[in-house]
């Protein structure tokens, strides 16, 4: 290791040089991921609590975490589910509570309380979680297609479950919540 940092170090001198080693070793470590991928893939979540229990997201579902803004604004006619609109950078975000979406009361706002923001292009949404607990690694072997069951009762919006040991993390799919009809129809009756 210290001969790597010694040659860079020689090339500080002659830019083009340390430039062309920087992309040399870049393509390099490129090439010995995909290669790493190919042997077993690495699945990438974000693990988030709603009530007691633990769900996983899919990282390219997700576009950022943001804590729960001090102030939220009511959307008239809409259902109790939707928490309001919050202002992300000078665009409108919707609020959705999942945990009232599914029917079990409110997400009580906290100081670990916060917003998933999904990356979906058709409809933007900001997903109330009571927690986020960062990022999990798993590979394809610990995937499972079998759901187990859930408090929330969500299961129609799962995408099978990692184990790993005793613990079992349900993959919740953004993308099945928000192109759902329940979802889309976010008007009150």
């Not at 633990?54 to 729960?68: D, H, K, N, S």
């Not at 202002?87 to 009580?108: E, S």
């Not at 079992?168 to 099945?176: E, K």
């Amino acid at each position: 290791m210290v001969e790597r940092k010694d040659s860079l170090r020689a090339l500080r001198e002659r830019p083009f040089e340390l430039l062309r080693e920087l992309e040399r070793r870049a393509v390099a470590v490129a090439h010995g991921q995909q290669d790493a991928a190919g042997a077993g893939a690495e699945w990438v979540g974000l693990a988030v609590r709603l009530g007691g229990e633990g769900f996983l997201i899919a990282r390219g579902e997700t576009r950022e975490v943001m804590v729960l803004p001090a102030a939220l604004t009511r959307v008239p006619g809409a259902r109790p589910w939707i928490r309001g609109l919050a202002n992300q950078r000078g665009q409108l975000l919707p609020v959705i509570d999942l945990r009232a979406f599914f029917g079990t009361g409110p997400t009580p706002a906290g100081r670990t309380t916060r917003i998933v923001v999904a990356s979906h292009r058709d409809v933007p949404a900001g997903l109330m979680v009571d927690e986020v607990l960062g990022f999990r690694r798993f590979v394809e072997a610990e995937f499972s297609v079998d759901l187990p069951p859930t408090l929330l009762r969500c299961e129609k919006y799962l995408a099978g479950a990692f184990r790993r040991g005793e613990d079992i993390w349900p993959v919740f799919s953004l993308r099945s919540l928000l192109d759902s009809q329940a979802f889309l129809q976010a008007a009150a009756s």
